[in-house]
């Protein structure tokens, strides 16, 4: 069983950065594909991008690319979520989810852990 935990979620304005963490307990964390979800109030789940268990490779929505950046320091057993530029339509509470058999998938239902989400709130 892996738990992961978000952090980092707040009150930003439009053009302003966030920096998001997510921690994972277990000691599998650096075999395991991860990646972010955002929804929205009213909106299903959108899949905002995922890192490769050894952080070699990333793939970002479109939505996101070029202003979101996902890292992850596997001695820390803790993945990261730069956002940068952010809009007000980037509001959503963002999950950090976790895939242990490397599906490369866009949707919820191919990850298998998911931590209990923070708020993130970009004001205009």
């Known amino acids: 069983q892996v738990q992961l935990v978000e952090a980092g979620g707040g009150l930003v304005q439009a053009g302003g950065s966030l920096r998001l963490s997510c921690a994972a307990s277990?000691?599998?964390?650096?075999?395991?594909?991860m990646g972010w979800f955002r929804q929205a109030p009213g909106k299903e789940r959108e899949f905002v991008g995922y890192?490769?268990?050894?952080?070699?490779?990333?793939y970002t929505a479109d939505s996101v690319k070029g202003r979101f950046t996902i890292s992850r320091d596997n001695a820390k057993n803790t993945m990261y979520l730069q956002m940068n530029s952010l809009k007000p339509e980037d509001t959503a509470v963002y999950y950090c989810?976790?895939?242990?058999?490397?599906?490369?998938?866009?949707?919820?239902?191919?990850?298998?852990?998911w931590g209990q989400g923070t708020q993130v709130t970009v004001s205009s």
């Open positions: 277990g000691r599998t964390f650096s075999t395991y594909m």
């Open positions: 989810v976790a895939d242990v058999i490397h599906r490369h998938s866009t949707v919820p239902e191919g990850y298998d852990y």
């Open positions: 890192i490769s268990w050894n952080g070699g490779s990333t």
